[in-house]
Each structure stands twice: as structure tokens, then as C-alpha cells.
């Protein structure tokens, strides 16, 4: 994890939804009618360090071990390559997620339509994205499709030698056609890898979850979002559609630059420099430039908000031996000095994460009342900025309010 410490933010601007497997098929295709991929998959065998071969020679491929998949019609012949096992492989065909029926925007001839952003040079960040007309808060600016999913340990390990990993990438790209290829090879790149592919990727590559199991995903405009501290959008993954949506967060002027954040919001300007020292940049934005006493004010905030994240983390320990009305005053007091902080610092999407943590805060302390009504703002967070019922917090949401009514059942019988 890219977490300098255990911090409390989660990374909206990194938000993923897992595949669910609930896509209905209007007809019953026959079975050989129904894989989405229109190439055979490219399975080498792997020759890495980590490779498993046989002592007598014959080598048989672990069921597990990664393929190059392609769909070349995917969203009105964008095309998608994606580089994982067969088991999600397979999940993902089976999910229906790759069908281009019931994507928005796909396939229609509303030749009308016209995106809400422009790519436009940005001095002193090469590209960018602008808002191509006003925005309201929470509108979704732009629905991208990626060209190219790669599984995280395919990257990382060493199964496939480097040589192996560079031209099974460069394969699922040259499967999409010259004009993709071109796209790609176009983005930004920041390590000088010889393996280009894998640059691009690392430069401009978002992590998601894919059944479950963390991918990097290459979409090519989605790519042009540079990062800010205090940004005006952020992103969200949605699996069971293979879209990318960037979403505002405020209220966005035509010509505004659209930003969101690569690192998770709220870390003080030490912490954010750590975590965005992967994309190999120095950045510039208002609060990163800001003359040094209004940062270090806003750094001062920051560290306090993580503070009280942590001691409501350990509020069964609060105030411990003293009367549970003295230990309710305590947390109400941290509880109103965090609302104040995320105010002042407009981290106004890490609410979901403290709205859980104040639930579970009272909950250790017996206050079911509280709890519940922290529990269903917590809710309401998540449908606003998940994007509705399908988030991915889905299963951490049961969770609290399995904890709720516990809490409430132990009240009654007092
Ligand atoms: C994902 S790309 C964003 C689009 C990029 N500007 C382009 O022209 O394709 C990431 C790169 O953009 C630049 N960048 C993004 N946000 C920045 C910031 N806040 N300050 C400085 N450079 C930034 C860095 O060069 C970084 O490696």
C-alpha cells in the first residue's frame, strides 16, 4: 500500500466497484455464441524467475497463470485488451460487462451529443482536461472505456520474464488497431522504461478491482486528468460496466480546469508528496505553491483530523472508568472539532469515512441512538458519491449496521 502511515483516508479519487454477478441476458445466445472475445486468447508459457516448470521437462500451464484476452468491438469497436487469468477472464465475459446493449451513449446516433470536457494544453502539465460548459456539483463529466486491463501481480511478479510482459502488452495493444496503438503511445510518459507500455501504464494507469483481484486500467482521455490537492472531481470504477466515470465535486466554471486527486484527500503536504512520488512529478497546484504559513496551517489541520480519526478508532478506550455520559461528551466534542476541520479543509468526501467512524465511535460506547443516525448518513455518503446502490462498500455498510443493531438489541435488554 502506498499509505505512509495508517491513515484514515480512503482514496476516493482511486475508488473501484468489484464485479457482481447479477447481469440479466435478454436472450439465451448458444453457448459458443456468447464469449465476447474476438481473438483466441495468447497464452505463453511463462520463462520468468518465478515460473513453474517440471524437472523431467514437461510443463503444464497452472490454470491461474495469465493470458492476453481481446475484444475488438467492445464500445463501438474501441476495443479492449485485458491481460489477467482465464478464471477472471471468464467472469468478466460471464458478467455481460463487455455487451455494448445497455452502456449509455454506445451504439445510439445522437450525433448531438457533445462531451462536457475538452483536452486542451495546460501550461507547465502538457495536457489537460477543461469543462467545455458549467458543471453542477456531482455530474458526471465524462464515461470512459478502457483499451487495456492488466492484472496488478502480472506486473509486479516475476511468472512472465520482462521481455514476456513487454510484448504480451505491446500484443494487446496492436490487437486494437494502429490508430489505439497511436493513442496510447501518445499519453503521457514519465520513467523512460524501455518497456513503453509499461510506462504509459504506470504514468497513467487507474486501480481498480476486477473480480475482486487489483488491475491497472488504461483509458485514453481519462488519462489527460491532472492531479490537484483540492480537486474539483474525482473518479469511480464500475466493473460490472467496465466504465471509468469522472464526477464533479463541486460546481465547475467552462474553461476550469478538471482535476482530481491521485492520492488519497486530507494528508498533510509531507505525506502527499510521498505518495504521489510514483508519478515521478513535483506538484504545482494552489495548495502544494501556497506561501508557507497558509500550508503549513492547512498541514497543522490535516494532522489533527488524522489524530481524531484515530483516537475515535480506540474510543472504547476513551475516557476509561469514567461514566459513559462523560465518555458520550468526549466523543461529541471530537466529533464537532473534525466536522469544523473537514470544513475548513473542504474534505468534504472524506465525510463518508468519518460519518462511520463517529457510528462506530458510539456504538463502543453503548450509544445506539447516535450510532444508527451516523450509520445511516454513512449510507447516504456512499449512494452519493458510489453512485447508487451498486458502490463497492456494499458488504462494509452490512457490517455497520449488523453492528447497530447489536448495539440496540444489547440497549433494549438493559
Ligand atoms: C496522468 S498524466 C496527466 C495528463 C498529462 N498532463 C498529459 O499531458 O498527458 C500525469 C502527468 O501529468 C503531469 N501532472 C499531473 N498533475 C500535475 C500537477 N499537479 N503538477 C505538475 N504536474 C502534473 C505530470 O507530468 C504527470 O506525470
Sequence with gaps: SQHPRDLPTRDWTRSSWTVHHHHHHPTCPLPTDASPWSLPPLCPEPVGDDAVGDADGTWARPASTDCVFTARH????????????????????????????????VGD?????????????????????????????????????????????????????EG????????????????????VMGLAKMSGDENVVLDVLQTNGFGVDVGGVPHLALFIDGS??????????????????????????????PGEEITHSYAPLGYPHADRQTILQPWGFTCTCDLCTAPEEVRSLSDTRRSRLIDI?????????????????????????????????????????????????FARAYLMVGDAKR??????????????????????????LKALWAAVKEAEEEQDEE
Aim: glycine share 10%; charged share 25%; proline share 3%.
Design 224 to 253: 489527460r486528468v491532472n492531479h490537484d490537492c483540492h480537486p474539483n472531481a474525482f473518479w469511480r470504477f464500475n466493473s460490472n460496466r467496465m466504465a471509468m466515470e469522472i464526477v464533479s465535486l463541486r460546481p465547475i466554471q
Design 371 to 396: 450510532g444508527r443516525a451516523f450509520a445511516e448518513e454513512t449510507e447516504r455518503m456512499w449512494l452519493l458519491f458510489g453512485g447508487g446502490e451498486e458502490h463497492e462498500y456494499v458488504d462494509g
Design 309 to 357: 480519526h484515530h483516537t475515535l478508532g480506540q474510543a472504547a478506550d476513551l475516557g476509561d472508568g469514567e461514566s459513559q455520559e462523560k465518555r458520550e461528551k468526549r466523543i461529541g466534542e471530537l466529533v464537532l472539532e473534525a466536522f469544523s476541520l473537514i470544513e475548513q479543509e473542504d474534505l468534504y468526501p472524506q465525510l463518508v469515512e468519518y460519518y462511520e467512524r
Design 74 to 105: 467492445f464500445r463501438g469497436g474501441q476495443g479492449f485488451s485485458l491481460i489477467t487469468t482465464p478464471e477472471i477472464a471468464a467472469s468478466v465475459a460471464g458478467s455481460g460487462a463487455l455487451d455494448d446493449g445497455d452502456v449509455a451513449g
Design 164 to 183: 514476456q510482459k513487454s510484448s504480451m502488452m505491446d500484443v494487446g495493444l496492436r490487437r486494437l488497431g494502429e490508430e489505439q496503438w497511436a493513442a
Design 109 to 161: 446516433s445522437n450525433l448531438a451529443w457533445t462531451p462536457a470536457y475538452e483536452i486542451r494544453d495546460i501550461p507547465g502539465r502538457d495536457k489537460g482536461m477543461t469543462a467545455a460548459s458549467a458543471l453542477n456539483g456531482h455530474e458526471i463529466i465524462m464515461t470512459g472505456f478502457p483499451v487495456l486491463v492488466i492484472r496488478m501481480d502480472f506486473v509486479n511478479g516475476e511468472v512472465f520474464s
